[in-house]
C-alpha cells in the first residue's frame, strides 16, 4: 500500500490524516490479530517439541502410571529398619511420635519428634543428633530437621517437629538397623551472658 501525498489545503489534510490513522489501525490490528494467534498456538507447539526431545514433562498427571518416572536411588531389594530415640535435658516432654519405621535405602522418609515446654517462661534449645552403629552417621542424610537451628518455645507451648531423610543406598548390608537419638537441651540459659 502507498501512502497517498499530502496536500496543501485543510480539508485535504484531514482527508490525508484520516487515511493515514485508518492505514495504522488496519496494521495494528493485524498484528495484534497476529499476536494473539502466536500465543494461542504456542502452548500445543510447546507440547510438540517437549514430546519429540522426551525433555520437561508439564505434568505428572500427563504421565501415565506405565510411564512415571521412577527413583532410581531407592534400593528396594531390601530394607533398614530406623529406631527413634529422645533424651530431654532440661524441663522438656521430648519424644518421637513413631518408634522405629522401615525404609528402602534411598526413599525419602518424613518422621516428626513432639517437644512441651512445661515452664511457664520462654526457653531456647538445640537438639543434637547421635547415631548408633556409629558408622551408619555418614550413611544417614537429613535434608531437613529441627536440629539445624535453635528452637524457642514459648510458655507451655507443644510444637511438632519434622525430620526429613534417606539412608545412603551405599549404606553396608550387615547394617539392618539404624538408631537415630536426639538429645534435647536447653541454651542461653537465664542469668548466662555471653562470655559465660
Not at 92 to 105: C, D, E, G, I, L
Not at 147 to 164: D, I
Request: charged share 20%; aromatic share 12%.
Amino acid at each position: 500500500m502507498s501512502t497517498p501525498e499530502p496536500v496543501e489545503t485543510e480539508e485535504s489534510y484531514k482527508r490525508y490524516a484520516k487515511k493515514i490513522n485508518g492505514l495504522m489501525m488496519g496494521k495494528l490490528f493485524v498484528i495484534a490479530v497476529l499476536m494473539f494467534g502466536f500465543g494461542f498456538g504456542l502452548v500445543p507447539l510447546y507440547k510438540k517439541i517437549c514430546d519429540l526431545t522426551g525433555s520437561n514433562v508439564l505434568s505428572t498427571q500427563e504421565s501415565s502410571a506405565s510411564t512415571a518416572v521412577r527413583n532410581s536411588q531407592v534400593d528396594t531389594s531390601r530394607y533398614v529398619t530406623v529406631e527413634f530415640d529422645a533424651n530431654a535435658q532440661g524441663p522438656w516432654r521430648f519424644r518421637p511420635t513413631v518408634n522405629s519405621v522401615r525404609v528402602h535405602p534411598g526413599e525419602l522418609t518424613n518422621v516428626l519428634y513432639e517437644v512441651v515446654n512445661k515452664q511457664g517462661r520462654e526457653m531456647h534449645a538445640q537438639a543434637i543428633p547421635s547415631y548408633a552403629p556409629q558408622l551408619a552417621a555418614s550413611y544417614f542424610k537429613k535434608v531437613d530437621c529441627f536440629c539445624f537451628k535453635q528452637q524457642t518455645l514459648g510458655p507451655h507451648e507443644a510444637r511438632q517437629m519434622p525430620v526429613v531423610f534417606y539412608v545412603d543406598p551405599d549404606l553396608p548390608t550387615s547394617v539392618t538397623t539404624i538408631t537415630l537419638s536426639y538429645t534435647f537441651f536447653e541454651v542461653g540459659l537465664p542469668g548466662q551472658t555471653a562470655s559465660n
